[in-house]
């Protein structure tokens, strides 16, 4: 049955054990473009992750050139992420500096927000200026460029480019993966690098099979793609990879393959070259992931709230009705999503005074006077008091995503009744 099917068996323990032993490691565009998301402390290990593997490290030529296409696009999202935390930690600070006006502190509590404040505000213009000067001296773009020296794939030929542009949209219609949730991107263009746009997961996928077919080796596959047309997914999660992957690789390559996110995959990599793995580094991988995903869908719900305001409303009352319960739950999707986002910014933006606050309180426990104890006091006094207010607003953050994934699932099964009635009357 396992050979029959391998695509159902794919987290053998040996059969995973042969896999890591031998294969190649192939890295998605994503993976190489959230190296700019993460702290400077992550990136720098999973370069060392990167670096350990002997030289069995490969991308598609497809991939790095997506990386280098959309390079400055994630540099610049990064530099406004730093524009707006400023604007709003001013905003915060002035608020608190007018002794006239809601909301009142007290004035020593004052003095030691300003501190802080300032401090803050210091490491986010330093964070800005360094993702400035990445523009025209990338030293990330520099250390793959010495990591995948002679490590990456070949062009599509003429003859190939021809084939995709037949075989893909096949592939698409028939969902087989990777890829098909991608259909619409550059749609209606006539413009070649807009027609191979929607087809850019399967060409990584087509070039990645000939690489490890040519080398005889199976395949370690990460990426930072969670849609249902590279995994098999669960109540939004992904949980392995989807098994016609699988199955089309060993069949077309005779050999294993598998696939990882970012973060399993360096806790696998870790224990796999004996390193210790950071928990904060795992942590930290997680949540760039998730508020990429929260982008793509609310940027996806927005696009699809177009298109169905503009279709005309079809004649069957059934299809009215749901359309208009569509409409219904893409408004409260508009009304949750920014309260969300918002919770989500300011989850982040304690998070990030908790820590500015904590280094100040270890650095004044070198003060042993009693100025110095009273001063380590209230800044653990500071610290508690913002672990408190994180956890609440945790458990808002997560009951805000609970509710914003209902609606997804059930925007979903909308849409796939909708379709229903539509193929019924194109039957009739």
């Given at each position: 049955?396992?050979?029959?099917?391998?695509?159902?068996?794919?987290?053998?323990?040996?059969?995973?054990?042969?896999i890591?032993?031998?294969?190649?490691?192939?890295?998605?565009?994503?993976?190489?473009?959230?190296?700019?998301?993460?702290?400077?402390?992550t990136?720098?290990?999973?370069?060392?992750?990167?670096?350990?593997?002997?030289?069995?490290?490969?991308?598609?030529?497809?991939?790095?050139?997506?990386?280098?296409?959309?390079?400055?696009?994630?540099?610049?999202?990064?530099?406004?992420?730093?524009?707006?935390?400023?604007?709003?930690?001013?905003?915060?600070?002035?608020?608190?500096?007018?002794?006239?006006?809601?909301?009142?502190?007290?004035?020593?509590?004052?003095?030691?927000?300003?501190?802080?404040?300032?401090?803050?505000?210091?490491?986010?213009?330093?964070?800005?200026?360094?993702?400035?000067?990445?523009?025209?001296?990338?030293?990330?773009?520099?250390?793959?460029?010495?990591?995948?020296?002679?490590?990456v794939?070949?062009?599509?030929?003429?003859?190939d480019?021809?084939?995709?542009?037949?075989?893909?949209?096949?592939?698409?219609?028939?969902?087989?993966?990777p890829?098909y949730?991608d259909?619409?991107?550059?749609?209606?263009?006539?413009?070649?690098?807009?027609?191979?746009?929607?087809?850019?997961?399967y060409?990584?996928?087509?070039?990645?099979?000939?690489?490890?077919?040519?080398?005889?080796?199976?395949?370690?596959?990460?990426?930072?793609?969670?849609?249902?047309?590279w995994?098999?997914?669960?109540?939004?999660?992904?949980?392995?990879?989807?098994?016609?992957?699988?199955?089309?690789?060993?069949?077309?390559?005779?050999?294993?393959?598998?696939?990882?996110?970012?973060?399993?995959?360096?806790?696998?990599?870790n224990?796999?070259?004996?390193?210790?793995?950071?928990?904060?580094?795992?942590?930290?991988?997680?949540?760039?992931?998730?508020?990429?995903?929260?982008?793509?869908?609310?940027?996806?719900?927005?696009?699809?709230?177009?298109?169905?305001?503009?279709?005309?409303?079809?004649?069957n009352?059934?299809v009215?009705?749901?359309?208009?319960?569509?409409?219904?739950?893409?408004?409260?999707?508009?009304v949750?999503?920014?309260?969300?986002?918002?919770?989500?910014?300011?989850?982040?933006?304690?998070?990030?005074?908790?820590?500015?606050?904590?280094?100040?309180?270890?650095?004044?426990?070198?003060?042993?006077?009693?100025?110095?104890?009273?001063?380590s006091a209230?800044?653990?006094?500071?610290?508690?008091?913002?672990?408190?207010?994180?956890?609440?607003?945790?458990?808002?953050?997560?009951?805000?995503?609970?509710?914003?994934?209902?609606?997804?699932?059930?925007?979903?099964?909308?849409?796939?009744?909708?379709?229903?009635?539509?193929?019924?009357?194109?039957?009739?």
């Amino acid at each position: 049955m396992k050979k029959t099917f391998p695509g159902y068996f794919s987290n053998d323990v040996d059969t995973l054990k042969d896999i890591w032993d031998r294969c190649l490691f192939v890295l998605d565009a994503s993976v190489l473009l959230s190296l700019y998301r993460y702290s400077g402390e992550t990136r720098a290990e999973l370069f060392e992750i990167f670096k350990g593997l002997n030289g069995r490290l490969w991308v598609p030529h497809q991939v790095a050139s997506e990386y280098l296409i959309n390079r400055v696009g994630v540099i610049s999202h990064q530099i406004k992420v730093y524009e707006d935390a400023i604007k709003s930690t001013l905003e915060l600070k002035r608020s608190f500096e007018n002794p006239k006006q809601h909301p009142f502190v007290k004035e020593e509590t004052l003095r030691e927000s300003v501190i802080t404040f300032d401090k803050i505000l210091d490491d986010l213009g330093a964070y800005k200026s360094e993702f400035l000067s990445k523009v025209d001296d990338d030293d990330v773009k520099g250390q793959l460029e010495s990591l995948l020296d002679g490590c990456v794939g070949e062009p599509l030929s003429k003859s190939d480019v021809a084939e995709v542009l037949v075989v893909g949209p096949a592939r698409y219609a028939q969902q087989i993966p990777p890829g098909y949730k991608d259909v619409n991107k550059g749609a209606g263009s006539e413009i070649m690098i807009d027609k191979l746009r929607p087809l850019g997961d399967y060409i990584v996928w087509r070039q990645t099979l000939a690489k490890a077919k040519a080398d005889g080796l199976p395949v370690v596959f990460v990426t930072g793609d969670s849609k249902e047309d590279w995994w098999t997914v669960y109540s939004g999660r992904p949980l392995e990879p989807h098994p016609k992957l699988i199955d089309e690789f060993v069949r077309e390559v005779g050999q294993g393959f598998y696939m990882y996110l970012p973060e399993t995959f360096m806790e696998k990599a870790n224990a796999y070259l004996d390193r210790v793995t950071s928990q904060s580094a795992v942590d930290e991988i997680v949540d760039v992931r998730s508020e990429e995903v929260s982008e793509d869908v609310a940027s996806k719900n927005r696009k699809l709230k177009t298109k169905i305001l503009m279709e005309s409303v079809a004649e069957n009352s059934d299809v009215k009705a749901l359309r208009m319960e569509l409409e219904v739950v893409f408004g409260k999707m508009d009304v949750v999503l920014p309260h969300m986002e918002q919770l989500e910014y300011h989850l982040r933006a304690l998070v990030g005074s908790r820590k500015a606050n904590f280094d100040i309180y270890n650095d004044s426990l070198k003060f042993t006077d009693s100025d110095g104890v009273a001063a380590s006091a209230g800044h653990l006094h500071v610290v508690n008091d913002l672990d408190k207010e994180i956890e609440m607003v945790s458990v808002k953050v997560e009951k805000f995503r609970r509710t914003y994934q209902g609606y997804t699932e059930r925007v979903s099964e909308l849409q796939k009744a909708i379709a229903h009635y539509s193929s019924l009357e194109t039957t009739y």
